[in-house]
């Protein structure tokens, strides 16, 4: 079976678009958010959604969920996304994290690369292998525990601005099982999370631009027995003399899954040698036992196995009617599985829009600030088809592993999640969200690192953000303070000022401890917040400081979004300063 670059769930509903019923309600429905496809990408949405109370309908139009194959590889900056959600746990119970990459030639080893670079400073600085089935399952039953089920097999047929103005998108939903019948449902906004062959797109008339090419890559998900003796935390890429280059790493339970990455042209090959243009489960089988030669490989059992086109594809745009309706995940953009990018740039998708869609309707933040979301994803999603191009082609040309890992190694801290940064483009010029800010390793736009730190009041090593408490769906503030007891004054003026965006603010100082406690009438509240930044030559300063314009004397307040991308870095010595900058970064956005 052949299948395109990411596997869809709307394929079995379009003869059913013209279809009417008799059962159809007179009186609209009426919910906050309404989400078509129910693939990982669309059901992190609708948990995301009512974490934050807003209630949600999710349809797809599957009779059942997907129980095997397809993205499965989950990487450290979306796993920080999910742990501050809450969603993590069984995730990272049941997968296999995987340290490194590996290249071999003819059975010898050639390099070894970290996944992560070394310079990432994250507790998760591995890549999580899990079936996406696991990762449904998961993110279904947390919906199940909030008293929300996807609704299959259903589907939105159309798309129209309705007369309420607080529910202003109508759509006609469409119930496929027995007797088809629709109904009407009005909400604030739709999600369309249902895959490269996405509907709702299609019904927007929303083209999307790149290209498919000739090349396929195999995927098996197996049980093997192997004398191959490479680690389960590596990812393993092969090649020989007389074999394509497949790529192998661990997967939960003791599976293996096995990409072999064809010739650029290999249908048209087949159909002149053998008069057959399909590539079959032998052939993908035959190939991998090639590429561990001189090794042997078996297969005990084959629990999925699929062909995939290669190609890269992007929506024109993310959002329509006014930014009611949106595209997340690969119904938005759409790539080869070669570097694991489908499922997390979907999550980054979700955990960027949905923030702002909560926070406006909460009535915190401008209307305005939900055009960002295009702005900030749809650079992303261009930068990732054009690594994943340059990778595929790579992989499918078989002229040496080293240059599929040297593209790897260029760019991991990219493909990892970490390295991605918002406001570098131009459509970002007049983005309220992000605050120019001076150059410097750490900078607007980027994620803020969570850095290695004691707490003052216990004395133990922790994370900066594991002392950020409470709703995920708020801004956080760090104020780093050099001198802690010469700048006091200053830093309990930022703690002192509230914002209904704002969460949890968090002091961190070079200052000795013993010195800190000799200061008077410090609260305990106070206490709690602090940290004292003295690993690596106070590794934390050293980050967001500008070593060329930056004061020591200054305090900095750094302002982190709810998705954890750094807002705005406001310098100062005094309270005025410092406030006043704060104070006029949140006007710029807030209601």
Known sequence: MTIDTATTNNTTHSSNNNSSSNNESSTPKQIDFLIVGAGPVGLLAANLIIQAGFSVRIFDVEYEPNHWGRGDWIHGR??????????????????????????????????SIPFVPDEVESKHQYLLCVGQHITESSLQSSLTNQDVEVERPATVINIVQGPD??????????????????????????????????????????????????????????????????????VCMLQNDVAKTISLFPRENGLTRIFVHFDEKELEMRKEQYNRNKIQLEDIQREAKRALLPNRLEFLGILYWSVYVVGQRLATQMDAMKQRVFLCGDAAHCQSPTLGQGVNTGFGDVFNLVWKLCMVERNVIQRDVLSTYTAERRPVAQQVLAVDK?????????????????IVQEHRAFTTGFGIQYGQNKNNDNNPLLLPSKEAKVQTGMRAPNFKVFHYATGRKTRLFEKVHGDWLAFNMLVLADDLIKSREAVESLLDWKHPALSTQIVITTTPADKIEQEENLSSTMKDRIMLDKLNRAQVHAAYRNNTNTNNDDVQAVVVRPDGYIGAIISGSTADELVGGVKKYFEGFTV
Request: hydrophobic share 35%.
């Open 78 to 111: 979306t796993l920080e996304l999910l742990e501050r959600a809450g969603l993590a746990e069984e995730l990272l119970s049941t997968g296999v994290k995987v340290d490194q990459i590996t290249s071999y030639m003819n059975g010898e080893l050639q390099s």
């Open 165 to 234: 103005a607080e529910y202003p998108v109508r759509t006609t939903v469409m119930h496929l099982r027995d007797e088809a019948r629709t109904e009407q449902v009005d909400c604030k906004y739709l999600l369309g999370c249902d895959g490269a062959h996405s509907d709702i797109r299609q019904q927007l008339g929303i083209q999307t631009e790149g290209e498919t090419t000739e090349t396929h890559a195999g995927v098996i998900d197996a049980l093997v027995r192997t004398n191959f003796n490479a680690g389960r935390k590596d």
């Open 390 to 406: 340059v990778a595929a082609k790579a992989a499918a040309g078989h002229r040496s592993s080293k240059e599929y890992c040297s």
